[in-house]
Structure formats: C-alpha cells, structure tokens
Nanobody, 121 residues
Framework: QVQLVESGGGLVQAGGSLRLSCAAS????????MGWYRQAPGEQRELVAG???????NYADSVKGRFTISRDNAKNTVYLQMNSLKPEDTAVYYC???????????????WGQGTQVTVSS
C-alpha cells in the first residue's frame, strides 16, 4: 500500500529555520490535497498548512508569514519551510495526503508517522 515518509525535524533555537519533507510512495494513482498538521503536548492536533493539487494554499493564523507549504508533484513530495520559529511551534508534525491508491476508485486520508520539531528559547 501507499505510505508517507517524513523527514527534516529536529532541534533549533528560536528564530531559526527548518524544512520538513514528506514523500509519498507506493502504488499511487493520484494525490489530491496534502497538508501538515501538528500536535503539541496537551493539545489537539491542528492544521498548520494545506495545499491542493493545483497549488492553492491555506495556513493557520499562527504561522502565516513564517511558514510556506509547497509540493513537487513529479516527486510526490510536500514541503514545509518553517522560518522564524518560536517555542510555541514545538510539536510533532504530521504529514497528511488525500490519495487514491492504484486500482481503487475512491481516495482517503493517509498519515505519516510524525517528526518532532523542538524550538528552544
């Protein structure tokens, strides 16, 4: 089956930057929307940024102007460029993709396993 593999998390100081990557692999027929979610300790998972297959994007208010989501359809990869990081950005970041598996007529959400982002101050 298809899967999502995330990379790029780590520990950075406040004001620093990280670039997260999420690559889809397997028998994929089509990838529709993709996005990044995060979950901080004691909080619910929230949408950070989303991007449609045509490139339309949306962001949580808390990250607007600092984060940029993009995708490379040829590589089946979505990125999250995170600049001016704040301690409040500390969370586990999860990649999400709406994908149609090869041989299927319907799509569903797939999730990566998450990557830890820690911002120190």
């Amino acid at each position: 089956q298809v899967q999502l593999v995330e990379s790029g998390g780590g520990l950075v100081q406040a004001g620093g930057s990280l670039r997260l990557s999420c690559a889809a692999s397997g028998s994929i027929f089509r990838i529709n929307a993709m996005g990044w979610y995060r979950q901080a300790p004691g909080e619910q998972r929230e949408l950070v940024a989303g991007i449609t297959s045509s490139g339309s994007t949306n962001y949580a208010d808390s990250v607007k102007g600092r984060f940029t989501i993009s995708r490379d359809n040829a590589k089946n990869t979505v990125y999250l460029q995170m600049n001016s990081l704040k301690p409040e950005d500390t969370a586990v970041y999860y990649c999400n993709a709406q994908m149609i598996r090869l041989g299927s007529v319907t799509g569903r959400d797939y999730w990566g396993q998450g990557t830890q982002v820690t911002v120190s101050s």
